[in-house]
T-cell receptor
Framework: QKEVEQNSGPLSVPEGAIASLNCTYSDRVSQSFFWYRQYSGKSPELIMSIYSNGDKEDGRFTAQLNKASQYVSLLIRDSQPSDSATYLC?????????????FGQGTILTVHP | EAGVAQSPRYKIIEKRQSVAFWCNPISGHATLYWYQQILGQGPKLLIQ????????DSQLPKDRFSAERLKGVDSTLKIQPAKLEDSAVYLC???????????????FGPGTRLTVL
């Protein structure tokens, strides 16, 4: 089982729709969770971090964390063509991981006009 | 605030040659990371420094890869000799405060795209 697994893509949504990106992780004691956006040919850009169960909203983005289910998601409301990118889920495990980020394989999102 | 700087941005070499990458982290960031990102995959951690000490190099192919951060600021990553499968983007990231805490947000540089022919 992969340590961090994302829903297989690519994901295509129409402009204005809600895009839902999902991620599961295997280490039950993981404590920190991040979503990065990566445009083609660019480096990952941090867009959301979440540490506690529940929802965290930032503009059009909402991150949801359920530690019991080992599940984290990212919702993008009112999707725009500029949101088209690869979204990477990343997790910091608990214990003596020294803050090591483990990434999922990424989900490619395309928002079409 | 200036971001993470990396150079060169692109490098093309023949297999068995050597190559070096440079990274300058965000000012004041004690922790520096080198990642390898192969096309279509998420970044994979190669090595992590806390100041000038190594805290994790478990996924670094030590027979050919080496890295140093002598004064706790800049870092270099070297590959010698390069193999075809080393073709990837090499990303440097930095973070603050100390790793292991819950708020270890990492910020990435633009990366170096390496092509090994």
């Amino acid at each position: 089982q992969k340590e961090v697994e994302q829903n297989s893509g690519p994901l295509s949504v129409p402009e204005g729709a809600i895009a839902s990106l999902n991620c599961t992780y295997s280490d039950r004691v993981s404590q920190s969770f991040f979503w990065y956006r990566q445009y083609s040919g660019k480096s990952p850009e941090l867009i959301m971090s979440i540490y506690s169960n529940g929802d965290k909203e930032d503009g059009r983005f909402t991150a949801q964390l359920n530690k019991a289910s080992q599940y984290v998601s990212l919702l993008i409301r009112d999707s725009q063509p500029s949101d088209s990118a690869t979204y990477l889920c990343a997790v910091i495990a608990g214990g003596t991981s020294y803050g090591k980020l483990t990434f999922g394989q990424g989900t490619i999102l395309t928002v079409h006009p | 605030e200036a971001g993470v700087a990396q150079s060169p941005r692109y490098k093309i070499i023949e297999k068995r040659q050597s190559v070096a990458f440079w990274c300058n982290p965000i000012s004041g960031h004690a922790t520096l990371y080198w990642y390898q990102q192969i096309l279509g995959q998420g970044p994979k951690l190669l090595i992590q420094f806390q100041n000038n000490g190594v805290v994790d190099d478990s996924q670094l192919p030590k027979d050919r890869f080496s890295a140093e951060r002598l004064k706790g600021v800049d870092s270099t990553l070297k590959i010698q000799p390069a193999k075809l499968e080393d073709s990837a983007v090499y990303l440097c990231a930095s973070s603050s405060p100390a790793p292991g805490g819950p708020h270890n947000e990492q910020f990435f540089g633009p990366g170096t795209r390496l092509t090994v022919l």
